[in-house]
């Protein structure tokens, strides 16, 4: 996983590379020795960034659920998926009958994958009865299975990074004004099923920001990354490039910068660093000509409590010790 102090070194190593080596010794016209062609050095390989993949262990909080009865099984909450899965692993043990092959739309890409039949799946206040949901590779899950936007309509999603706690309940539409102490509400709306921050500006473009629960980090498209770049003008920072490589395949080139600011209503951050590729996500919800930007994990847990409510439309951010900075 990148951070900033590997990213910091990176650019450095970049702007270093550009520059010839310039001896402190002079020669006259006669004495200068004879040149030999030397062999420029292989350019160094890009870091490699794997997308697609789920958080690692030391940032992964699931959540108890259960399938048919039995369990409870670990499941990851991914506000970023459309659906429900379950993992190769999970399916086999509980010889989970076959369904219809259906087409998976993810980050990186898409694939047609197997399904499960489950009669029932059970998860805190929240259920799925009689579905099929898509089988995919322990790699590409990250624990015995993810759950989606299919089970989380109208329920709430409660991320407690300090207790390092996870819930899912129902959603409280009426405490729609009501804020905690040191907590902050912001409004979004939904979109391709999602939560969508309404009033998002990243170095004060108006961006559409999807919460991503189910990502360790952050990704932008190429176009906020090209109306950062506009913005700035001469004096853009520099980007170090990556490898973006999808689990189920194929390899695109990508951007590692730091966003200078980043404002969801009243929260404002600073120094984010953030991934900028073309994925097929972003083609997938006809988006790749509209600044936008999924936010993962790496942003959720600068805040000691996150409630995602999908029932009143609304986060809750609760400052924590790292606190984001707030707007006068």
């Known amino acids: 996983m990148f951070t900033r102090r590997v990213l910091a070194s990176g650019l450095g190593a970049s702007l270093a590379l550009g520059a010839a080596p310039i001896s402190a010794h002079a020669f006259s016209p006669g004495q200068v020795p004879p040149t030999t062609p030397v062999e420029p050095a292989p350019a160094p390989p890009l870091p490699l960034y794997v997308i697609d993949t789920a958080i690692d262990d030391s940032e992964r909080m699931t959540v108890e659920t259960t399938i048919n009865g039995r369990g409870p099984y670990r499941f990851v909450v991914d506000s970023g998926a459309d659906r429900s899965v379950v993992s190769e692993t999970l399916a086999a043990e509980l010889t989970l009958p076959r369904g219809r092959d259906v087409m998976v739309h993810g980050i990186g890409g898409s694939a047609v994958t197997p399904t499960a039949h ?15 949901l898509p089988i995919l590779p322990p790699g590409r899950v990250g624990g015995d299975g993810l759950l989606g936007v299919d089970i989380l ?10 207790q390092r706690r996870l819930e899912v309940r129902q959603s409280t ?5 009501f804020r905690r102490p040191q907590e902050v509400q912001v409004v979004a709306d939904q979109k391709f099923g999602r ?22 980090s952050s990704i932008g ?3 906020l990354s090209r109306a950062i770049q506009a913005r700035a003008r001469k004096n853009a920072d520099p980007a170090l490039a990556v490898r973006l490589l999808g689990v189920a395949g194929g390899e695109t080139i990508g951007e590692y910068r730091i966003l200078k600011s980043m404002s969801m209503g009243d929260v404002r951050m600073t120094n984010l660093a953030v991934i900028f590729a073309d994925l097929h996500i972003f083609d997938h919800w006809k988006i790749s000509d509209k600044p936008a930007i999924l936010l993962g994990v790496d942003v959720l847990k600068l805040f000691a409590r ?7 439309d609304q986060l809750r951010f609760r400052l924590g010790a790292e606190r984001p900075t707030l707007q006068a």
């Open 195 to 216: 939560l969508t921050i309404v009033n998002c500006r990243i170095n004060g473009i108006r961006t559409l920001a999807f919460i991503d629960s189910g990502a360790g």
């Open 221 to 223: 498209n190429m176009a």
């Open 153 to 162: 309509q109208n329920r709430a999603v409660v991320m407690d990074f300090k």
């Open 118 to 132: 489950i009669d029932q799946l059970v998860t805190g206040e929240a259920r799925l009865s009689g579905v099929e």
């Open 306 to 312: 996150v409630e995602l409510d999908f029932g009143s």
């Open 173 to 177: 539409p009426e405490y729609r004004g």
